[in-house]
């Protein structure tokens, strides 16, 4: 089969196609033939060495996909030959034709999404989530604020705060981009590119401001976010890409909370329930993934390059 693999660290040009062996389940595995897979930017910080925690090499990126049960190892129940899943994580990587996986990384994919919907799920959707739901415990009537609103996780935090009765206020960097915000429930989209685009926010929450801001690009805009905030707001750090100076008593007046978070600290309890959340969403059409851009997977090193530049636009998905 053909697979995408690292024999060093470094630029995206470090990833080449090749041959390798057909993979066969062990007791507890699954093999899933992989139809698309979810370009993510973990995935770029992994290929150039600076994520913490290195593979071993060589290696085969991706832990997002959607595809077909190929073949199933003994003490398999919770899947069956020729299921439709998306993948939440594998054992061997899913820039390939193949991928072994856990059973536990598998789910359903409903049948209103294509494959290429479903390599769009895992990261995007359960960080949103989990953002959204488990560290800033947004509720009903929420005032949210998504900051970088028009990627993967933005728009799945867009579709959610629309979905549980909340106001939202998105932002992009393009006009296509803002448009798909706007198409995906937000009630006000502003233009990051902007100088004093926050300072709209007093005025559209009626000087409220922000319960919630979910924040992709902290080294940026961390600062401006903290004078928005409302009373007892809650600001999550979803990525960041350096330092930054802040002024805490934008914290302190507000009684507000700044929190990080990686998918990877969830429990498996939290998991379970993001998950189940996820799947009703889907099955009910209130959570619908948006692929922007497909790529032959021998493309991945150009994809690379493209997840990484400003003005995202939904999910880039890899064909093999």
């Not at 919907?117 to 990261?123: E, T, V």
């Not at 629309?162 to 995906?184: P, Y």
């Not at 189940?276 to 497909?294: D, E, M, R, W, Y």
Request: aromatic share 4%.
């Amino acid at each position: 089969m053909k697979a995408i693999r690292v024999r060093e660290f470094g630029p995206p040009e470090v990833m080449r196609i090749e041959d390798v062996p057909p993979l066969h389940p062990g007791p507890g595995q699954v093999v899933v033939r992989v139809k698309a897979v979810g370009v993510n930017p973990v995935d770029t910080y992994i290929r150039s060495g600076i994520y913490a925690k290195k593979p071993s090499l060589p290696w085969t990126p991706g832990s997002d996909a959607g595809g077909v049960v190929e073949s199933v190892g003994e003490g398999v129940t919770g899947v069956s030959m020729g299921a439709r899943v998306y993948t939440s994580g594998s054992i061997t990587g899913t820039y390939a034709e193949q991928a072994l996986c856990e059973e536990y990384q598998l789910h359903p994919l409903v049948e209103k999404l294509s494959f290429e919907q479903g390599a769009a799920i895992n990261l995007p959707y359960a960080t949103a989530y989990r953002a959204l739901f488990q560290r800033a415990e947004a509720v009903s009537g929420n005032w949210v604020l998504v900051h970088g609103a028009t990627g993967g996780v933005g728009v799945a935090a867009i579709q959610m705060a629309h979905a549980a009765g909340m106001r939202v206020i998105g932002t992009g960097g393009t006009e296509k981009g803002r448009s798909l915000v706007k198409e995906q429930g937000a009630d006000h989209v502003l233009n990051h590119h902007e100088p004093d685009y926050l300072d709209q926010v007093q005025r559209l929450t009626g000087d409220h401001g922000v319960d919630v801001i979910l924040e992709m690009l902290a080294n940026v805009n961390l600062d401006r976010d903290l004078k928005v905030l409302a009373m007892s707001g809650r600001l999550v750090i979803i990525g960041s890409r350096g330092r930054i100076e802040i002024a805490p008593r934008d914290i302190m007046s507000r009684d507000a909370m700044v929190v990080g978070m990686l998918l990877t600290n969830a429990t498996k309890q939290e998991m379970a329930a993001i998950y189940t959340a996820l799947h009703a969403g889907f099955g009910n059409g209130s959570l619908n993934p948006i692929v922007g851009k497909q790529m032959p997977l021998a493309e991945a090193p150009l994809a690379h390059h493209e997840v990484m530049k400003p003005g995202a636009y939904g999910k880039i998905v890899l064909n093999p």
